[in-house]
Structure formats: structure tokens, C-alpha cells
């Protein structure tokens, strides 16, 4: 696996891309496979099984020794997108809905001010292709690609990959007009002429673009609405989602990492025993195959010892963990993820706080201002004050999608500690204008201002995010953490 997805999901998804954005119309006859794996940047066998998906979709008809022809810009009713569904009462619906707004709305935006120049050739192709004589579900289903391009435009495939497992894709209102569709198509061409001229889009503006979401769950009512449960993880426990994004990861470099980054922050000092592998197994959830392999790497670079009746045993201090050399390679995967969770957090935080401080009862924020400032007096705690203050966040959403998206983001919010030479110990002047306006946003929490709390919160963590990406530069991470997927790819 490669970037968190499976290759022939990838291939599946920028083929159907060009199949409905008009670059490979209706009866086109698509490349040679070798073409296919030249351009796709993957193997035969992959290619094929894409191939055969778009087929069982109604995309594509495949001949024995023929190339592949387009037959339909839109899956087949009896494709197999549209099997393994459940029902969804209205209040879930609302759920998605209320995550839908408060996360989809500073992507968006931010997608579309992303674009200039050619970047806008697909979509005003899909825009010009919204006719609103045609039947409704070809309309919004063009619509809903229109969304997700700017969404992709992001270039980060955990957003995107958020945003879809919400349930919204290729969803239609029940019922809409001519008139409907034609005054939402008109509302759109003005929100591009807005964005392309420099300008600065309102809210109302913005909201013309989630009508046709909320349209869906108004219609919802005392019936049901179908969601397809594969792409739809919010409906599951927030452990399932995680399990689901982490699941191609190499688990045991994980656990290595995050023990290695204890170490560094100095929760373990040399001559400390590390948890037993029982104890890793229930803790982080593997095998004890996968908990050897984590410590045998450990154990390579001198960090440990272990040993039958004497456990496994701390050797370095600090100055020696900045001695060892791991290649960017080896951990580019956890970097990639670390920093696209930051990138999604710093963009959805502000709302998101926002929310969150509305429903705080009375004590909680004078408690999370108590517990930072007693991190702050911590040799190795005051580390932890960032997370401690995005865990209260996460704690405070009121919506169980939204909640599972940032538990999400919480989990991997500590994968910074697992990337060596990332974090320092101390208290340096960077990390403690950090610390400072984390506590800071507390104690205007227990002011009882939510908006400023969440203004604040939230450009605290987009300087993280910037320090954290400069840093990564520095010591030759970016590069590599670059090359997990193609970013320009989720939407080109």
C-alpha cells in the first residue's frame, strides 16, 4: 500500500474523475493498459482491477480484445456503489449535516482560492455540463463532483477522504425544479466570478454551495435516507474510523516510533524499564509479533536492551537519541500523516472551538486552565499543553461525526513526538509562545468568551503547524513525506 490508500482504488478513482468530468466522454475508447500504467504510475494487475470496478459501476464496457469504451458519465443504479447500504434515521442525518457545515465550509473556501489560472478549466467544464433542463440527479450529481474538486483542490488526501466518508457523495435532493436548479446554477457562476476576480466570497455565497445538502436532509423528514456504508465510517464507532485510516500503516514502526518519541520527551530515562509486551499489546492494540519487531528496532539502534526476567531497558539519554540516524524514508509515512492532520486541523479548529466553547458547563474551563498551568510546572509535561487543550475540544463536540473526525486528529496529533528530532524537551522561545497562548485561550474561556477562545486557539495551532513544517524542511523530512501520494493527483 502506498499513502493510506490501496492502488487499485486510486487507479478506480482518477479514471472515474475523467469519466465524469467529460475528459474521457461518453464513447471514448480509453488507452492501452501499458498507457494506462505509464500514466497511473502502477502495475497491470492493478490497472485491470480498476478496469473491471468501472465495468461492475456501469462506467466502462470491456470487450475481450477491445479497449475499454465509455458508456455512461454516471454509475449504474445497479452498480456496486449502491450495494451494502444502511438507513440512516433523521437525526443522524443532522449529525452529518451540522459536521458537513462546520467542517466543509473552510476547506472549501480555502479550495477555491487555491485555484488560478488553468486550475479552473474542470470546474467551469463541470459548471457549463449543469444544465438544469436535464434530469435532476445528473445536475446534482455534477454539483457534488464540482464540490469534491475543490475539496481535492487541498491537495491533502486525509481531507479528502474526511469530507467523502461523510455520506453527502452522490446524494440528490428527492425533488427540485428547473427554477431551483437554474437560480442554484447562477448563485455558483457568481460565487467563481467573486473568487476569480480577487474577491472575497460572503457566507451567503457559501451557502448556496451546502443547499443542496441541506435540501437532502430536510427531505429526510419521517423517511429514511440511504447511506453507503463503506464510505460512511462516521456511523461507526470513532475506533473504527481510526482503524480504518491507520490500517495500512506499518504497525510496528508505529509503536516504535511512539516509544522512541517517550523517550525523547523524556517520560522514559535511561535505566527505565519500558512497559512488557503484554502491556505494548493492550495498550496500542497489535500482536506480540508486531510489539518484537517494534522493540528489535529499538534494540538496532542502541536505544534499548532486553532480555528474558530483566524486561527491556532504556541505555540512551537524550544527546545520544539525537545521534542516531534515521533515514526520512523510513518514517516519511507518519510524517505525511502527522502533517496533514495539522493542515486539516488548523483549517476546521477555529469553527470547531467555536462550537465546542458553547457547550462547556460551568467549572470546565476554569479546570482546563488549572491543569495547563500545572503541565506549564512540569519538567516534561508542559510538552503535553497543545493536545491537553485540542482533547478538550474534542470533548466538547456535540456531533458524533465531527467528534470522530477529531478524535481522529487528536490520536495523530501525537505522532509528533514519534518523529526524532522534531520535538525538544525544553522550554525553548518558540514552543513557549506556544504554551503560553494555549493558556492564555483557557483563561478567556473562563471569561466566558467563546469566539475569541476559538480565534486564539486557532492561530495557535496554525503557528504549529507552520513550525512544524518548517522544521520538517530543516532536517530533510519534507521531501520524502512528499512523495507518499501525489497531491496535485486527487484533483488534476
Not at 477522504?161 to 457523495?169: A, I, K, T
Not at 453507503?228 to 464507532?237: H, I, T, V, W
Not at 520527551?265 to 535505566?271: A, D, E, F, K, V
Not at 528489535?296 to 536505544?303: A, T
Request: overall charge positive; glycine content about 6%.
Amino acid at each position: 500500500m502506498k499513502g493510506d490508500v490501496i492502488q487499485y482504488e486510486r487507479a478506480y478513482r482518477q479514471l472515474k474523475s475523467r469519466i465524469e468530468c467529460g475528459v474521457l466522454p461518453v464513447g471514448a475508447r480509453l488507452p492501452g493498459r501499458s498507457v494506462l500504467c505509464g500514466e497511473l504510475q502502477t502495475s497491470e494487475r492493478t490497472v485491470r482491477h480498476a478496469l473491471a470496478l468501472l465495468e461492475q459501476d456501469g462506467f466502462l464496457r470491456i470487450e475481450p480484445r477491445k479497449k475499454p469504451v465509455v458508456i455512461s458519465a454516471f454509475p449504474s443504479p445497479e452498480g456496486r456503489a449502491l450495494q451494502d447500504t444502511k438507513k440512516a434515521d433523521a437525526a443522524q442525518v443532522n449529525d452529518l449535516m451540522q459536521t458537513a457545515e462546520l467542517l466543509c465550509y473552510p476547506i472549501y473556501l480555502r479550495g477555491l482560492r487555491l485555484c488560478a489560472g488553468s486550475d479552473w478549466r474542470t470546474p467551469e467544464t463541470l459548471l457549463a455540463a449543469m444544465d438544469p433542463d436535464r434530469p435532476g440527479g445528473e445536475f446534482w450529481h455534477l454539483s457534488s463532483r464540482l464540490g469534491r474538486f475543490f475539496i481535492a483542490r487541498n491537495e491533502n488526501e486525509l481531507t479528502l477522504r474526511v469530507v467523502d466518508s461523510l455520506g453527502f457523495r452522490e446524494k440528490e435532493p428527492l425533488h427540485s425544479s428547473r427554477e431551483e436548479r437554474a437560480r442554484y446554477r447562477s448563485h455558483l457562476e457568481t460565487l467563481f466570478q467573486t473568487v476569480k476576480s480577487g474577491g472575497a466570497p460572503g457566507r451567503e455565497q457559501l451557502d448556496v454551495i451546502f443547499s443542496q445538502y441541506r435540501a437532502i436532509a430536510e427531505q429526510a423528514g419521517e423517511t429514511q435516507f440511504i447511506q453507503l456504508r463503506s464510505p460512511c465510517p462516521m456511523l461507526a464507532e470513532a475506533d473504527g474510523l481510526v482503524r480504518q485510516f491507520s490500517a495500512a500503516q506499518e504497525r510496528y514502526s508505529t509503536v516504535c516510533l511512539d516509544l522512541l518519541g517517550l523517550i525523547a520527551i523524556g517520560r522514559y530515562q535511561p535505566g527505565d524499564r519500558l512497559p512488557t509486551h503484554d502491556q505494548l499489546q493492550r495498550y496500542y492494540g497489535v500482536s506480540r509479533d508486531t510489539t518484537v519487531k517494534a522493540v528489535r528496532m529499538l534494540q538496532d539502534w542502541g536505544i534499548v536492551t532486553a532480555a528474558p526476567r530483566r524486561g527491556i531497558v532504556v541505555m540512551m539519554n537524550l544527546e545520544k537519541l539525537k545521534e542516531i540516524r534515521i533515514t526520512p524514508g523510513s518514517i516519511a509515512c507518519h510524517v505525511r500523516r502527522y502533517l496533514d492532520s495539522l493542515e486539516l486541523l488548523s483549517l476546521t479548529v477555529e469553527r470547531t472551538a467555536a462550537h465546542a466553547a458553547a457547550h462547556v458547563g460551568p467549572g470546565d474551563a476554569e479546570r482546563l486552565h488549572r491543569e495547563l498551568l500545572r503541565q506549564w510546572e512540569q519538567p516534561y509535561e508542559h510538552q503535553l499543553i497543545p493536545r491537553t487543550l485540542l482533547r478538550f475540544i474534542t470533548d466538547h463536540i456535540q456531533y458524533q461525526a465531527l467528534g470522530a473526525i477529531y478524535e481522529l486528529l487528536t490520536r495523530n496529533f501525537s505522532i509528533g513526538r514519534s518523529i526524532p528530532k522534531l520535538v525538544s524537551p525544553d522550554k525553548n522561545a518558540e514552543n513557549c509562545k506556544l504554551y503560553q497562548r494555549c493558556i492564555e485561550a483557557s483563561a478567556i474561556l473562563g471569561r466566558g468568551d467563546g469566539t475569541l477562545f476559538a480565534k486564539v486557539a486557532a492561530e495557535m495551532f496554525e503557528q504549529t503547524r507552520s513550525l512544524v513544517a518548517a522544521e520538517c524542511r530543516r532536517l530533510g523530512y519534507w521531501d520524502a513525506a512528499a512523495q507518499v501520494y501525489d497531491g496535485e493527483a486527487l484533483w488534476r
